[in-house]
């Protein structure tokens, strides 16, 4: 089923000089994005660097997927939080303000149980009128989805609809495949790392939500588009580009950082600028261009 398969971007959040929010950057960001032919994007993954924004600035990003992106294309809007009375607030905020669908990250500070998951989930569920995307992320964390718990969730909740599956670890994406998809065909697994993305669509899965597609979009748009074409070896060249700009992670591990300098090394107005981590030094830069234009 390769037709339905989709390449969704986890918009960076830009800032301007003084830490401040700056949406005219993230108009430039989104125009760029559309002209290369991304099929989505998420709002306040973990490129959005969510973790940093108050709950002002939370509702103010949701504010402007609403006006600007979703006029214009598909957008899941992050709305996880470490309480699940945030995360209510926020999904049914933007539900409110007319989001479809809502990606929702597990609490990540203290370390749940499966029956605490399933309940965090089944909260935000039962408040919120939309489609929602379970995220799994367990390196940052702590906490892993079970294929088991999902399977509960969706056949007690039926707006759950998906599932991003940030593991470097395919066997857990395979696990979850083969438990859900033969129950729920139309449930949409997508990788959550770009070097994954090909294995996931040859297994069965739904595309990808990868970071890379902030710096190079068109790339992530023509893998989509090779695949949909049946060319192989040209889903294979693709993907070796994709599993080249891996490295970019391996500069240094807050990424936000690396991910928004390698942008505006591609030509796109963005301050490298994150709330989580250091700029990158000049060794660091070297390996970043490195990678982007070898």
């Given at each position: 089923m390769v037709e339905h398969i989709q390449y969704l971007t986890p918009l960076v959040t830009p800032f301007d000089r003084n830490g401040q929010l700056d949406l005219d950057a993230l108009d430039n960001i989104v125009n760029r994005q559309i002209e290369a032919g991304i099929d989505g994007f998420v709002v306040m993954g973990s490129a959005g660097e969510f973790w940093s924004l108050?709950?002002?600035?939370?509702?103010?990003?949701?504010?402007?997927?609403f006006s600007v992106i979703q006029q214009q294309c598909r957008v899941m809007i992050g709305t996880g939080a470490d309480s699940t009375q945030d995360a209510l607030t926020l999904s049914k905020y933007a539900v409110k303000r007319g989001a479809r669908e809502l990606i929702v990250i597990t609490p990540y500070y203290l370390s749940m149980n499966q029956e605490e998951i399933y309940d965090y989930y089944a909260q935000v569920a039962t408040a919120a009128d939309a489609k929602i995307y379970l995220y799994n992320f367990p390196d940052r964390t702590g906490n892993d989805i079970e294929p088991e718990t999902v399977l509960r969730l969706k056949a007690h909740h039926n707006n759950i609809c998906g599932f991003k599956d940030t593991v470097s670890d395919m066997a857990h994406t395979r696990r979850l495949l083969q438990t859900?998809?033969?129950?729920?065909?139309?449930?949409?697994?997508?990788?959550?790392?770009?070097?994954?993305?090909?294995?996931?669509?040859?297994?069965?899965?739904?595309?990808?939500?990868?970071?890379?597609a902030n710096v190079v979009p068109e790339l992530a748009s023509d893998l989509m588009r090779a695949f949909k074409a049946h060319d192989l070896a040209l889903v294979a060249r693709y993907q070796q580009q994709l599993d080249r700009l891996m490295g970019l992670f391996e500069i240094m591990p807050g990424f936000p950082s690396t991910i928004k300098t390698a942008m505006a090394a591609k030509g796109c107005a963005v301050e490298p600028i994150s709330r989580s981590g250091l700029p990158l030094d000049s060794k660091q830069k070297s390996r970043m261009l490195e990678l982007l234009f070898q």
């Open positions: 108050s709950m002002d600035e939370r509702k103010q990003m949701i504010d402007y997927a859900i998809l033969p129950k729920y065909p139309d449930f949409e697994i997508y990788a959550g790392f770009d070097e994954n993305v090909v294995r996931n669509v040859l297994s069965g899965g739904a595309g990808g939500i990868g970071a890379l």
